[in-house]
């Protein structure tokens, strides 16, 4: 039952990654098309452990991401703040954040396996508002409804890295399992 199991999961992982390197072309946003593909395989091949569908990459989503990962630099002096944080909130995204002291060293790789790590935190309950704050990130990424999503990338003017991910439709929902 197992190997079953493992091998439909490769089949799903190797069918995702030639989808998603087929269909991009333009990130909307100023992460590259080999990163933006990087991104989504890390999310599409671990939601995949768990059930949920693979997401598509949105460059309008991205545009979006993009706008919020330039305030946090421009406006924000390099800190990360989440949108609704900031009353800023106006699209009904779900959003992951990242910051990273070095530009040129960390990647959106390990912003997405930073997200994906919180899983060892995550206690499977629905989610609440005691407990999506120390796991959030890991369980938006893997809510199992969510279908698009589109990533940001911004190089602080410190020489940080701060990437900024956005999911349609927002996961993260009080009293629902995210899959």
């Known amino acids: 039952m197992k190997i079953k199991f493992y091998l439909f999961t490769l089949i799903i992982f190797l069918q995702i990654q030639i989808n998603a390197q087929d269909s991009l072309k333009y990130t909307?946003?100023?992460?590259?098309?080999?990163?933006?593909?990087i991104i989504l395989n890390h999310h599409n091949?671990?939601?995949a452990t768990?059930?949920?569908p693979p997401l598509e990459w949105d460059t309008a989503?991205?545009?979006?991401a993009q706008e919020w990962a330039n305030y946090l630099v421009d406006k924000n002096h390099n800190n990360i703040d989440h949108r609704f944080t900031l009353g800023k909130n106006i699209k009904p995204y779900g959003e992951n954040l990242f910051w990273g002291s070095d530009f040129n060293y960390y990647t959106v790789l390990d912003?997405?396996?930073?997200?994906?790590d919180e899983k060892e935190i995550y206690v499977y309950e629905p989610v609440s508002n005691t407990n999506f704050h120390e796991s959030g990130h890991y369980s938006q990424m893997m809510w199992n409804t969510t279908k698009q999503m589109g990533v940001g990338i911004a190089k602080g003017t410190d020489g940080s890295i701060i990437v900024v991910a956005n999911y349609?439709?927002?996961?993260n929902i009080i009293g629902m399992l995210p899959y």
């Not at 909307?28 to 593909?37: E, R, Y």
């Not at 912003?111 to 994906?116: G, Q, R, T, V």
């Not at 349609?168 to 996961?171: I, L, M, N, R, T």
């Open 61 to 64: 989503i991205a545009g979006y």
């Open 111 to 116: 912003a997405s396996k930073a997200w994906y």
């Open 50 to 52: 768990k059930g949920s």
């Open 28 to 37: 909307g946003s100023s992460l590259s098309v080999a990163d933006a593909k």
């Open 45 to 47: 091949t671990v939601r």
């Open 168 to 171: 349609f439709p927002a996961g």
